[in-house]
């Protein structure tokens, strides 16, 4: 059993080595057409580790042929299918621009889209390439509005808004945590101003409500009453779109305290 497992292991470490010799005599090459077609099956069987390097070899071998946009495609489809977006992305930019019209173009104007995507960051950090990237993605819809991609274009708009969203959201409720109850108000209306139809309309209002009570409660007491005024407008804001919030007990608390407050001045007034 031993010598059969010993005998396997010989037998796939040779084949391997061969393998490895013949691909390396193959980028030793100067048959370009032989290249050329290897790489292509080395893609087509998914072995992008070794269609990659071949392609990258012949890019000037190619250039200005009748072949050069299928190299360069499937170039940039090799680096994709490696992960490495920056270089797929450029790869893809590349070539829109030396071929607008070859039959690849829609597939890499796409395909570029993608690395893009893949290529943004968590709503946490810069959203810089997250804009970029809405631009590309509506600018192709608009060139190709019935594309079998636009399905995929919407999927990765709605992520990207929705980045935007919350980080828009989450900066400004940040201003509530550090209990800076002015800045809060202030930086979650703009947000709303900005955003009208933000998914996390109702939880900025809650903020806003919850800001402008604590902003009035802390205020001095000669401030009190026109803050906590404020604070009821916020408040008939908020209960008249989301009468069922799951905030609505405590908002009413804030309403009703609000309410004693500004009676009570005003009697004594």
């Known amino acids: 059993m031993k010598r059969k497992f010993l005998t396997l292991l010989f037998c796939t470490t040779v084949l391997a080595a061969s393998c490895v010799n013949?691909?390396?005599?193959?980028?030793r090459s100067t048959d370009y057409q032989l290249k050329f077609r290897k790489a292509i099956e080395y893609f087509e069987a998914r072995?992008?580790?070794?269609?990659?390097?071949?392609?990258?070899?012949?890019?000037m071998v190619y250039r200005g042929t009748q072949q050069d946009d299928t190299l360069q495609f499937y170039l940039g489809l090799s680096n994709y299918h490696l992960f490495d977006y920056v270089t797929a992305e450029e790869n893809f930019r590349q070539f829109v621009e030396i071929f607008p019209r070859s039959p690849f173009t829609k597939s890499a104007r796409f395909l570029r889209l993608d690395c893009m995507y893949q290529n943004t960051y968590r709503y946490e950090l810069d959203q810089q390439p997250s804009h970029a990237t809405i631009a590309a993605i509506e600018e192709f819809l608009y060139d190709y509005p019935q594309s079998e991609y636009r399905e995929a274009c919407h999927s990765m708009l709605d992520d990207l808004y929705h980045r935007l969203e919350k980080k828009s959201f989450e900066s400004a409720k940040l201003y509530y945590t550090i209990e800076d109850y002015k800045a809060a108000t202030h930086a979650l209306k703009e947000t709303l101003?900005?955003?009208?139809e933000s998914r996390y309309r109702e939880e900025i209002m809650y903020y806003i409500v919850a800001a402008q009570y604590?902003?009035?409660a802390n205020s001095m007491p000669?401030?009190?009453?026109?803050?906590?005024?404020?604070?009821?407008?916020?408040?008939?804001?908020?209960?008249?779109?989301?009468?069922?919030?799951?905030?609505?007990?405590?908002?009413?608390?804030?309403?009703?305290?609000?309410?004693?407050?500004t009676t009570k001045k005003s009697n004594l007034e």
């Open 222 to 261: 000669e401030l009190q009453r026109e803050r906590f005024l404020n604070l009821i407008d916020e408040y008939y804001n908020f209960i008249s779109e989301f009468p069922d919030s799951k905030h609505t007990r405590e908002v009413e608390n804030m309403f009703r305290r609000a309410q004693q407050f």
């Open 22 to 27: 013949q691909f390396e005599a193959l980028m």
């Open 193 to 196: 101003k900005e955003n009208p």
């Open 214 to 216: 604590q902003y009035a």
């Open 47 to 59: 072995r992008y580790s070794r269609s990659q390097p071949l392609l990258e070899q012949l890019q």
